[in-house]
DNA sequence: AATCAATAGATAGCTATGTATCAAATTGCG
DNA sequence: CGCAATTTGATACATAGCTATCTATTGATT
């Protein structure tokens, strides 16, 4: 057997893992739903954001580059779940608007996360979760990667 | 201003993004070379199993499913990195083996991987990284995902 | 006022991951 | 011994992330 890898070597390995898993389990949950992650998560921070955010100021908040986000919100509305309106005051952007069909979905999506939290948070102590977090954090910063919405979290403490 | 999202919430939401970022900075330092992350996860992995290991063995080392990792091979293969036999043994298996071309792009992944993790855990203390770990090592094993080549390590302490 | 730079969103094309399914080979049970 | 179940790798299709590039609109500078 060859030498195993050590804590800082199999961290990102891990990582990764765990976040393919994580969305897997969600994604499994959620499957009879027809959705996904990119679409719970985009309807979950739409719902945290205020009113007539426009589809940069989303696209910061869930953590993805533009493209990625019109892609979501081309299922989304034609789901019926969401609709984009051109505002008058800046006709380059589009404020981006939960539809009412998307209330029992959300209402889903809420229970769905809550479950999952407790199933995977159920033996860790808050303690960990925070020193996770904090790394995680840290990791990000030196990323350069550090999502509006995060940033805002922070200044919430 | 709604409602932040706590620490749990925000917990899978920055595994994801911190997930993308890190693969996104070695992608980045090893595109000049020609590799992504699936390519030099799986070079990496590949050199430090025994000989003669054979797809499904790869990939549950890697973390992958099947189909993945046939596809990260086939590109391995045209590139001239790696090469799979057939075993007589059992002719369902075919077994990988590195190419001797492969040896200068090793060094040059671990070489990569090493100042990546320099850079991130700079400011990160070994008590922090080891809980963060053990923290991911947790929900992997209750979101059931725990590859071989993880519990072989686990079995070296 | 005209022109040029910057910004918002959309589109195309790449990589990568997953599930479902298939063919070939092997295993094992009756 | 023979046929069904299992295993291995490959293929098809869908989702999702990215960069690069395009169009439309806005803003800034001269």
Redesign the interface.
Known sequence: ?????D????????????????????DRRLATFGLTESRW?TLLHL????QAATQRELAEAV?VRGPTLVRTLDRLEAEGLIERRTEASDRRTKSVHLRAEAAPVLERIEAT?AA??A??????S?A?????????????G????T?R??R??DE?R
Chains 1, 2 share one sequence.
């Open positions: 057997m060859t030498k195993p890898l804590d800082q070597e199999q961290f990102g390995l891990r990582l990764g893992l765990v976040a393919r898993l994580w969305r897997a389990e969600i998560l719902s945290r954001l205020p953590g996360a999952v939290r199933q995977i948070f159920s033996d860790l808050q960990e979760v925070t020193t996770c977090l904090k790394v995680l954090e840290q990791i990000a030196k990323l350069g990667g999502p919405a995060m805002l979290a919430d």
